[in-house]
Every structure is written in C-alpha cells, then in structure tokens.
C-alpha cells in the first residue's frame, strides 16, 4: 500500500512563474489537506479538500494561491506569480475520514519549492 | 498567533536515557493531540496521539501524558536510540475541526 506521494520533490521556479505542485493521497483516503512549512516554523495548514470539493480553505492566501482535488488525479496545489516569500516546503496529507472522527493524517515527502 | 508551542527547540540526551517533550496549547477547544517525527527531506510521520479523555497513552517505548488542566502534553521515549534523534512535532486538533495545528518542533539528538 503506496503512502501519499507528491511531486516533484524540489521545484525551482523564477519570480512571476506559476508553480503547481501535484499529490496523490493513500489509497482509500478521500480526504487531503495541505500544509507550508516555512524555515524554523511549524507546519501551517492551507486547505483542506475532498474529491470535488474544497471543505476549509481558512489558511490559505486570498491571492495567486488555489487548489484542486478532481475526481480523477491527484490533488493540486497551484501558486500563480511566485514571489521569493512562497519558498518553503509544501506537504500533502490524507486520511480515511475527516472532521468528526479521530483519526491520524498521513502526510507525503513534501516538495521543497525555492524561488529564485 | 502560535496556539501549540514547543518552548524547545533541541534536546541532547544519552542512548539509553529517558526523553521527555513538551508541548503547550491555548484552545481548549483541543481534544485532540498526536506527535509526529520527521528527518531531514521527508514528511512527518504519525508517531502516537491521545484524545482528551484519556491522560496517557503508550505505545512500546513511546508515552503520551496529557494534562487537560495545564493545557500540556509530553512525549517520553524510554529508552532513547539514536535512530530516534529526529524533530518532533506536537499537533492538535478538534473533533469537528479541518485542520492540525502544529507546533514548531523540537530537534531530538540521542547520543550513543
């Protein structure tokens, strides 16, 4: 049973391009979220989907930032116009349930996006 | 605004000692916390949890105390291996919430 993969692992991008970054949650799990892990801080919740559906988008930026989690493929996390600030790692998560139960979310290696 | 805090950011203990984390929240909305591990260039990996209903939870060399009155959560590892010299993250959540709140780690180095 494969975990949740993302890709690429390392990104590089110049100021102004568009970014995506691709994840695939577990099998069996329809619930993904996804976190930015700036350097020497704590993993920051961004957006929280179901297939179809995006349920809690409360941490992410208002601009240049979306997501997606189509009904075939993997989740997407797509950032318009980088800027050298959207450097850091950004990890996928799944898991079988999501909010009214306990459960854990499983995360992915993370990709290391650096802006140039 | 940081509502789960490791005030740690390292800790250096000798193989075969004991290792204690410590974490704080501010939402007692919380009742639910877990820790993750994560090396270098990999994600977070689910280490143990606890729900608010219970003040510990063990698993192998692994212990969770949570103190609902303190708003405090520790994690003891006895007895420490080098393989466990790694950063450790306390995250908390709530039953009816999205999302995990994460502290900002603490990095583990076990001498051998």
């Known amino acids: 049973n494969a975990g949740v993969m993302q890709n690429p692992r390392h990104l590089v991008r110049r100021r102004g391009q568009e970014a995506r970054l691709r994840c695939s949650p577990m099998k069996g799990h329809s619930h993904v979220y996804w976190y930015r892990q700036l350097p020497e801080e704590g993993l920051k919740f961004m957006v929280y989907?179901?297939?179809?559906?995006?349920?809690?988008e409360s941490g992410m930026p208002k601009e240049r930032f979306s997501a997606e989690f189509p009904k075939e493929g993997p989740s997407i996390l797509r950032i318009q116009q980088v800027v050298r600030g959207d450097s850091a790692a950004y990890f996928c998560?799944?898991?079988?349930?999501?909010?009214?139960?306990?459960?854990?979310?499983?995360f992915g290696p993370g990709t290391r996006l650096t802006v140039l | 605004d940081q509502q789960v805090k490791q005030n740690s950011p390292s800790l250096s203990v000798q193989e075969g000692r004991i290792s204690i984390l410590n974490c704080d929240y501010t939402n007692s909305m919380f009742d639910y916390f877990l820790w993750y591990k994560k090396y270098p260039a990999e994600g977070p990996t689910f280490l143990i949890s606890?729900?608010?209903?219970?003040d510990k939870n063990e698993d192998g060399r692994f212990t969770v105390f949570l103190n609902k009155s303190a708003k405090h959560l520790s994690l003891h590892i006895v007895p420490s291996q080098p393989g466990d010299s790694a950063v450790y993250f306390c995250?908390?959540?709530?039953?009816?919430?999205?999302?995990?709140?994460f502290g900002t780690g603490t990095s583990l180095t076990v001498i051998p």
């Open positions: 989907l179901q297939k179809e559906n995006i349920i809690d």
């Open positions: 998560a799944s898991s079988p349930q999501g909010s009214g139960t306990y459960n854990e979310q499983f």
């Open positions: 606890i729900s608010s209903i219970k």
């Open positions: 995250a908390a959540s709530s039953l009816t919430g999205n999302q995990f709140y």
